[in-house]
């Protein structure tokens, strides 16, 4: 082994995880199945969110109830009840007036079903870490950061429902602030667990390219930026800004609109969050941020080691990201019907996932061990 500056070692499990939690940390298999379970059933809650706010569906259901509300209404009485409730919120009286008791089920159901995958999500949480905590199949690397999932999920809930009292009192709809903050919980909440299943999977190193610093530090600036979209398409949900502006690549006649469209609201900072131009405009920006940024890293991966593992990885996130704004169009241009808003949102996950994995495996090269920094090979 031949001595640097920078120490070529091949750095055991244990001292990696003890240096900065970026080294595989070898789970058993049964571990590694239930945290991957619990990202599908993440990114099926984050899916089935979206078609209930599509459908405009999430102000259905205007109490809540953890516990009873786990089942759905089971009887006439009960669904002439809960559609009573409805028609007392602004919703119903400005959108819905008129609405069948049927058209109410079905806007009742996917709010149900969202509110039920939470409930499932909790439980599939808690009882299997439960019980591989008690059998000592959770390292210390797993534990901390488990019960950290756990709480984020139990603020999840709260999250929720304090967006829906938003929309039952002089609205037709919830906050795009906090529809922002329950999303952006959700996809935190999905990398964690994409980060902590990738990084229970014991695997022979990657060999470490010329310039892995810089690599995985790109890796960790797409990572922040695919965050950031996602940030910026929920408010776009939320103000329903994909419905205005429905040609690309130009906006009304014009690739940037007049400023006085983009800056109408006052105070300034308010443009960025409520103005539907602006933000729908900066939707846009960061898709061609995202895209273009992606594409820079990738044929900076392949110039450094080409048909590497990071060099493949990274053209994979970058192809994803293509796909993504491509779809993104499709869905402004056909004025955002829900089967496209929905593939929209599942591919934004698929993305996310993509991305989470690529920076926690470019990462695993670097170790910080005893003697200074190490990179594995």
Same mark, same amino acid.
């Given at each position: ?9 091949i750095l055991p499990v244990a001292e990696a995880s003890r240096a900065r939690g970026v080294a595989s940390i070898a789970a058993p298999s049964a571990v590694r199945v239930w945290l991957w379970s619990l990202v599908v059933l993440v990114f099926a809650m984050v899916v089935v969110g979206g078609a209930t706010r599509l459908t405009e569906s999430g102000l259905s259901i205007?109490? !809540?109830?953890?516990? @009873? ?9 009960? !669904? ?5 409730? /409805?028609?007392?919120?602004?919703? /119903? ?19 149900? @079903? ?12 808690? %009882? ?12 210390? /690397? ?19 429902? !304090? ?17 922002? +903050? ?17 990084? +229970? ?43 205005? /502006?429905?040609? !690309?690549?130009?906006? *009304? ?7 006085? *469209? ?10 960025? &969050?409520?103005? %539907?131009?602006? %933000? ?12 273009? &940024? ?12 080409? $048909?590497?593992?990071? $060099? ?64 594995? @090979?």
């Amino acid at each position: 082994m031949t001595e640097h500056s920078l120490t070529l070692s091949i750095l055991p499990v244990a001292e990696a995880s003890r240096a900065r939690g970026v080294a595989s940390i070898a789970a058993p298999s049964a571990v590694r199945v239930w945290l991957w379970s619990l990202v599908v059933l993440v990114f099926a809650m984050v899916v089935v969110g979206g078609a209930t706010r599509l459908t405009e569906s999430g102000l259905s259901i205007t109490e !809540w109830k953890p516990v @009873s509300g786990s089942l759905p209404p089971l009887s006439a009485a009960d !669904w002439s009840d809960a559609f009573e409730k /409805y028609k007392q919120i602004p919703q /119903y009286a400005k959108m819905n007036a008129g609405m069948s008791l049927d058209s109410f089920k079905t806007i009742f159901l996917w709010e149900w @079903s969202h509110r039920l995958l939470g409930r499932l999500i909790g439980f599939a949480l808690l %009882v299997p870490m439960i019980w591989f905590w008690v059998r000592g199949q959770l390292n210390s /690397y797993l534990k901390p950061r488990l019960v950290a999932v756990l709480g984020l999920g139990g603020v999840q809930g709260f999250v929720g429902w !304090w967006m829906v009292k938003s929309g039952l009192v002089d609205r037709v709809e919830v906050s795009q602030y906090r529809l922002a +903050t329950h999303l952006l919980l959700a996809s935190i909440t999905f990398a964690v667990l994409i980060w902590l299943a990738v990084s +229970t999977k014991s695997r022979a190193s990657e060999a470490a390219l010329p310039a892995q610093g810089r690599l995985n530090r790109s890796a960790i600036v797409l990572t922040v930026l695919a965050f950031l979209q996602l940030g910026m398409g929920a408010l776009v949900a939320g103000l329903r800004a994909g419905l205005t /502006y429905n040609t !690309w690549p130009l906006m *009304d006649g014009k690739l940037v609109p007049p400023l006085e *469209d983009l800056t109408r609201t006052q105070p300034f900072w308010r443009n960025f &969050f409520e103005n %539907v131009t602006t %933000v729908q405009f900066d939707h846009r920006l960061g898709a061609y941020v995202l895209l273009a &940024f992606a594409v820079w890293h990738a044929l900076d991966s392949w110039v450094a080691r080409p $048909a590497s593992h990071t $060099a493949k990885r990274a053209i994979a996130v970058a192809s994803l990201v293509a796909c993504q704004a491509a779809l993104g169009i499709v869905t402004l241009v056909l004025m955002v019907p829900v089967w496209a808003g929905i593939l929209h949102q599942a591919f934004a996950m698929i993305v996310l996932a993509m991305i989470v994995v690529h920076c926690r495996r470019t990462g695993e090269i670097w170790n910080l061990g005893p003697t200074g920094l190490s990179v594995r @090979s």
